[in-house]
C-alpha cells in the first residue's frame, strides 16, 4: 500500500530559512533508510508558499491567488512516497523522521487511494487508462 507522509511547514521553512547542515545530513540517511528498505518511491522538498500560487475552481469562475498563504503549519512542506504494507508502518517510518534540536516536526501519514478504494465507479476502462498513464509516466522518469 502506498502512503504519502506529509511534511508540514513551519515558520522558518515559510521563511525560505534553510536547515543546518546536521539536518540535511539526517534527512539524507533518513531517506538512504527507506530506500535500502526498498520502500522509497518519492520525496521532495517544497518551496515556501509566497513562491506558490492557489488555484479556486468554482460556478463563479477560476481564481488565483499568490502566496504567501497564512497559517504557516497548516501547509505542506515536502512529502516522501513510501510503500509499505500497513498504515501501522508507515507511521513507524514517520516516527524515525530527523527533527532539528529545539523544534518540533509535524508529519502526517495518509493512505493512497488505488482502484480499490474507488468500487464500481472506477470501471475497468478507467482502470485501464490510469495505468497507461503510470507507465508512461514510470517511463520517462
Not at 44 to 69: C, H, M, N, Y
Not at 110 to 124: C, M, N, Q, S, V
Request: include cysteine; hydrophobic fraction near 40%; proline fraction near 6%.
Amino acid at each position: 500500500m502506498r502512503y504519502m507522509i506529509i511534511i508540514k511547514a513551519d515558520e522558518d521553512s515559510e521563511a525560505g530559512k534553510l536547515p543546518p547542515m546536521e539536518a540535511f545530513t539526517a534527512m539524507a540517511k533518513f531517506n538512504q533508510e527507506m530506500h535500502d528498505a526498498g520502500i522509497l518511491l518519492s520525496g521532495e522538498g517544497l518551496q515556501q508558499s509566497s513562491k506558490g500560487a492557489r488555484v479556486t475552481i468554482g460556478a463563479a469562475g477560476t481564481t488565483v491567488t499568490d502566496g504567501p498563504f497564512t497559517e504557516a503549519k497548516e501547509l505542506v512542506g515536502g512529502f516522501w512516497i513510501v510503500d509499505v504494507p500497513s498504515r501501522a508502518e508507515a507511521i513507524e517510518w514517520a516516527k524515525r523522521c530527523p527533527t532539528p534540536p529545539n523544534s518540533d516536526t509535524v508529519l502526517e501519514v495518509r493512505k493512497i487511494l488505488e482502484a480499490e478504494d474507488f468500487g464500481e465507479a472506477f470501471t475497468p476502462e478507467l482502470q485501464e487508462n490510469e495505468q497507461r498513464m503510470r507507465d508512461e509516466i514510470a517511463e520517462r522518469s
